[in-house]
T-cell receptor, first 118, second 113 residues
């Protein structure tokens, strides 16, 4: 079964460092997302991406965050200068055209990248 | 303010019983309500969805109800098994043009043998 692949599975970084989290969405999917989950808390929306541009972003997604799809397969989340409170599990997700057309927007998530900021 | 609330306390049940999880929301008008399962350290996995004009959906041992008047969905797992132990998340997709899903806090289910 097709799956969303995320790397790295765990990254430890120093506060102030830049981090890039990578995702390979399912190949025929059209809409891409980043969500994050701080330990013990809910899954929070960060940003959605469609047709090579940001479709929607949350208040969390400030100027320190950026996304891009550099080569048509990878979808990356960059945090420019990490803060302690950026420590979380970051999930990439994608939607196929079937559920997008129906409006249901069923998400297929990756296994996540755990980011620890020291 | 907008909220999606699920029981924060874990639900402990005996194997073979029916587990019932609740999702309540305020100040949302969802077109779809979805339920996901999340295992520790893993991403959520889609289980079932129900549309705003549907009252009930079933899939194998799973049943979802949706009451837009009460602003509540109930998620049932019949004949529960220890393998059903996980956190269950409800998520709303709005009627607006936005494509994001908004997730509840999740309820942890523990099924004892």
């Amino acid at each position: 079964e097709p799956e969303v692949t995320q790397t790295p599975s765990h990254q430890v970084t120093q506060m102030g460092q830049e981090v890039i989290l990578r995702c390979v969405p399912i190949s025929n999917h059209l809409y891409f997302y980043w969500y994050r989950q701080i330990l013990g808390q809910k899954v929070e929306f960060l940003v959605s991406f469609y047709n090579n541009e940001i479709s929607e972003k949350s208040e969390i997604f400030d100027d320190q965050f950026s996304v891009e799809r550099p080569d048509g397969s990878n979808f990356t989340l960059k945090i420019r200068s990490t803060k302690l409170e950026d420590s979380a599990m970051y999930f990439c997700a994608s939607i196929g055209d079937t559920t997008l057309i129906s409006g249901a927007n069923v998400l297929t998530f990756g296994a996540g990248s755990r980011l620890t900021v020291l | 303010s907008q909220k999606i609330e699920q029981n924060s306390e874990a639900l402990n049940i005996q194997e073979g019983k029916t587990a019932t999880l609740t999702c309540n929301y305020t100040n949302y008008s969802p077109a779809y309500l979805q339920w996901y399962r999340q295992d520790p350290g893993r991403g959520p996995v889609f289980l079932l969805l129900i549309r705003e004009n549907e009252k009930e959906k079933r899939k194998e041992r799973l049943k979802v109800t949706f009451d837009t008047t009460l602003k509540q969905s109930l998620f049932h797992i019949t004949a529960s098994q220890p393998a059903d132990s996980a956190t269950y998340l409800c998520a709303l997709k709005m009627n607006t043009g936005f494509q994001k899903l908004v997730f509840g806090t999740g309820t942890r289910l523990l099924v004892s043998p």
